[in-house]
């Protein structure tokens, strides 16, 4: 059977990156033959404009400065960085030929037995479109949606219509979130599961196989890796390694995460994203999949709020779910706290009792999915 995957994998992201090669590793495992729809769109053309105060200008101001000089100064690493995270991609998947327009995408689609659309956040409406639901009348293959993510808590009243109308092409669904189940059920009126993330698919034997442990050094460290550039949660990220007496290592990815630390892996692969995870004393994050590989590599970590939770374009939602699932919501810092007191030991034989039934569930509905001859 031949089964095409309607995803992101050109970002320059970590999580989206090993996502991808997570769903397309695990079904070739089961010995599907899997491609990559390789498409591009601009996504960022339609993103919301968020309103800054004053000194919110100002701060975003010097990160474009510190961004500048960094990337000057450090032009080799920051080459390196993009060559792997392109690298790793064509070294680990299969691709279509690149699709340069609507009726290629559609004769392409067509090609396939079925299409799964998913993970990540696909079906943010902040940039709809209908290649991320195979929303045209020409395609005829089965469209099966696998953990994507709406990314938001509501949907805007002038896409419902258009994403309703989308989802109604889809044979089966199952979402990465919560709010995104019950989303799909306000506009549909059906219900649907929660499946994992596609990184939880493979155990932590199998991630280890793509690690890069070029970066490691012999002194013990807490791992930072911020998405967000909040100013009060470097603050407690500082004193925490300080007060553990540990090496404070980041992996940059806002502005000021490049002068957040001495240890910056600037170069940070993916390889290297994976190893500086499995071999650190602590983790502290703001990242939903920085949270997902702290818990397959089972390190004692805690994730900060990396919105406000009023913020138009939150992404706390994922957070939230995945806390829920292995009944950790504890750990969670708010948005804006200042200190990090001290990091829950979590029991990982409790966690993986309830997370492997989830995982197991996830992986029996993808097989259904792409199975069942009775499909509409």
Avoid at 349 to 376: G, H, M, P, R, T
Wanted: glycine residues 2%; charged residues 25%; hydrophobic residues 35%.
């Amino acid at each position: 059977m031949k089964i095409g995957i309607i995803t992101w994998f050109k970002y320059e992201n970590y999580g989206t990156k090993l996502q991808a090669i997570a769903l397309q590793q695990y079904l070739r495992k089961l010995n599907y033959n899997v491609d990559l729809i390789n498409f591009e769109l601009n996504d960022q053309a339609n993103m919301p404009i968020i309103k800054k105060n004053f000194l919110q200008k100002i701060f975003t101001f010097l990160g474009r400065i510190i961004y500048k000089y960094e990337r000057i100064i450090y032009k080799k690493q920051f080459e390196k960085k993009s060559t792997d995270l392109e690298t790793i991609i064509n070294k680990n998947c299969n691709m279509t030929k690149k699709i340069n327009n609507e009726q290629e995408y559609i004769d392409i689609c067509n090609d396939y037995d079925c299409l799964i659309f998913g993970s990540d956040q696909i079906w943010n409406p902040n940039w709809y479109h209908n290649f991320y639901y195979g929303n045209f009348k020409d395609i005829h293959t089965k469209l099966i949606a696998y953990a994507p993510s709406f990314g938001v808590n509501t949907i805007p009243e002038e896409k419902k219509e258009s994403i309703t109308n989308a989802l109604k092409r889809f044979s089966k669904l199952a979402m990465r979130e919560q709010r995104g189940c019950e989303i799909v059920d306000e506009l549909l009126s059906i219900k649907t599961d929660i499946v994992v993330d596609p990184t939880l698919l493979l155990t932590e034997d199998e991630w280890t196989k793509y690690e890069d442990r070029s970066c490691l050094t012999k002194d013990k460290y807490v791992l930072c890796y911020f998405l967000s550039d909040n100013r009060h949660h470097w603050k407690a990220v500082r004193q925490f390694a300080k007060k553990k007496k540990l090496k404070l290592v980041v992996i940059p990815h806002d502005p000021f995460s490049y002068i957040a630390s001495k240890n910056v892996v600037r170069s940070c692969n993916v390889g290297n994203f994976l190893a500086l995870i499995h071999n650190a004393e602590y983790v502290v994050t703001d990242s939903f999949h920085g949270t997902v590989f702290s818990i397959i590599y089972k390190k004692q970590f805690t994730i900060f709020e990396r919105h406000h939770p009023n913020n138009i374009i939150s992404q706390n939602s994922r957070i939230y779910n995945i806390l829920n699932i292995i009944g950790k919501k504890d750990i969670l810092l708010k948005y804006n706290t200042k200190e990090i007191n001290d990091i829950k030991e979590i029991n990982y034989k409790d966690v993986y009792i309830k997370l492997n039934v989830i995982i197991k569930n996830s992986k029996k509905y993808l097989e259904n999915a792409i199975n069942d001859q009775n499909d509409n």
